[in-house]
């Protein structure tokens, strides 16, 4: 074997490093790791055709939108992609405020730095994708009006994708005409241009998404996803405490938690539309956050708290009660849609099958085809459900007296939520009123929470956990319960 000489061996370390640099830099589609929310976000494009995220500054949402444009404009979507894909070349828009934020933001993340020659093709979307020269935009200096893309599927090119930069500034009428498989809004557009986009995909049955700190409060876009049941709608949103520490290190959370004024801190730093006195629980995350529990002691009662869900999501929350301290902590909290009593059961039983189970009145309503109640059902898949539906202790069903407590218990830091809880604490952060009535739109797990709390004394003294025999706790000094009243 021939040795190569010390000056072409340095010549061939320096071409594998120039080449990995180029891939760096040209294909930084292949190194872009989402993290859970991020992921949760791309997945959901699988089955629903409008999705929003609202998120805080800095917190990758407009990364994660580049992200997904990127690979529907080449089709290079990795083996392990759960959302949609597109086996054809797409025509796309991605949209802002102005059109300096479009080439600021989107066209830079996707392209590359304006202006700059040299870093064309730096972007999400890789150099050797783009086909053509983009076209430029009139009035933005270096702005782009349209870029060409190659398009692959299964690997094989089978066309040009074709996408336009557009800005909300210039009106509706702009957004007229054409018939897209893709848009991607980032930051928040008026209503009529969102309509708009939507008759933009109608025949073709493409997608929507738009991503944005939401600063404008409880507008009609906002709305139309926190207070709309629709199964082709979906949203998230990312917190200071869902990012990754490796995006978002300590030092630079700290200078972000002082930098913005108090009214805008929960928006900027959590994505928390601003609700003003609309929002119910008007509290920061911290009042009511604490690391999960690793030990719950055994005289602690416990209790799951459930919504039964018609029409709309199941939730379910594990309450343990500290009677020495007056103190509620929510240890478990989940929502499940399109499911059955059965799958619901399954969830519940491993965590805490010894657990009584409190339930609202709309679980006496009775299946049409048996006559069971929805209570019943519950009932038969081994879940302890209460005898009757949770009353306050005068018999009273008061949601108002519910929303009081809990206050009144976060306020003097006796109802405490783990920090991992992420559905709870959205909702936490999202219930609210219009028009003086609560909405009843993703509400699941704060509607099982009250209902927790009204039925707080019926938690008993039990273990957590799967195992449980039903003979071996018979109760032998009162009948009709589904717990053993002591809690041996």
Excluded at 206 to 211: C, E, K, L, P, S
């Amino acid at each position: 074997m021939t040795i190569p000489k010390r000056s072409e061996a340095l010549a061939q370390l320096q071409e594998t490093l120039e080449a990995a640099l180029a891939r760096r830099t040209e294909r930084r589609l292949d190194f872009f790791e989402p993290y859970a929310k991020q992921q949760a976000f791309l997945d959901a494009g699988a089955t629903h055709r409008e999705r929003m995220l609202f998120a805080g500054n800095q917190y990758g949402k407009s990364e994660v939108g580049a992200d997904e444009m990127a690979l529907h404009l080449t089709g290079e979507y990795p083996d392990d992609w759960m959302g949609r894909r597109f086996d054809h070349p797409v025509r796309a828009w991605a949209a802002n405020e102005t059109g300096l934020l479009a080439r600021d933001v989107q066209q830079k993340k996707l392209c590359g730095e304006p202006g700059v020659d040299s870093a064309f093709g730096t972007g999400f979307i890789p150099k050797a994708a783009f086909t053509d020269k983009p076209t430029l935009a009139r009035g933005v200096t270096d702005a782009f009006d349209t870029i060409f893309v190659q398009h692959k599927t299964n690997g094989v090119v089978d066309g040009v994708s074709i996408m336009k930069f557009k800005s909300y500034e210039q009106g509706r009428t702009k957004f007229q005409g054409e018939t897209l498989d893709v848009i991607w809004l980032d930051e928040e557009c008026p209503m009529d241009i969102y309509t708009e986009c939507l008759a933009r995909i109608t025949m073709t049955g493409g997608m929507v998404y738009t991503t944005f700190t939401p600063l404008k409060g409880k507008t009609d876009l906002v709305c139309r996803f926190l207070d709309e049941e629709d199964p082709d709608r979906w949203h998230t949103t990312i917190t200071m405490d869902d990012v990754p520490e490796s995006i978002l290190p300590k030092e630079r959370r700290e200078k972000l938690l002082n930098q913005y004024p108090a009214h805008e801190r929960e928006a900027r730093l959590k994505g928390v539309p601003m609700m003003g006195s609309g929002r119910i629980f008007s509290y920061a995350d911290e009042m009511v956050m604490e690391p999960a529990l690793t030990h719950i002691p055994p005289h602690w009662t416990k209790l799951w708290s459930i919504d039964f869900g018609i029409g709309h999501p199941f939730g379910a929350t594990l309450i343990a009660w500290d009677k020495d301290n007056d103190v509620l902590h929510i240890v478990e909290a989940f929502r499940m849609s399109d499911a059955m009593p059965i799958l619901h059961a399954k969830r519940m039983k491993p965590i805490g099958a010894a657990v009584p189970v409190a339930w609202p009145q709309d679980g006496t309503a009775r299946e049409k085809s048996t006559g069971e109640t929805l209570a019943a059902a519950y009932k038969k898949e081994g879940l302890l459900m209460l005898a009757g539906h949770a009353t306050w202790p005068d018999g009273g069903v008061s949601t108002e007296a519910g929303i009081l407590e809990m206050q009144q218990r976060i306020v003097t830091g006796r109802l405490k939520v783990a920090n991992h809880l992420g559905e709870w604490l959205e909702e936490f952060r999202n219930y609210h009123r219009k028009d003086g009535q609560i909405v009843k739109v993703h509400d699941d797990l704060m509607s099982a929470t009250r209902i927790g709390v009204m039925a707080k004394r019926f938690g008993r003294q039990v273990p957590l956990g799967g195992f449980y025999n039903p003979k071996r706790h018979q109760n032998d000094v009162a009948s009709g319960l589904d717990f053993d009243f002591f809690g041996s």
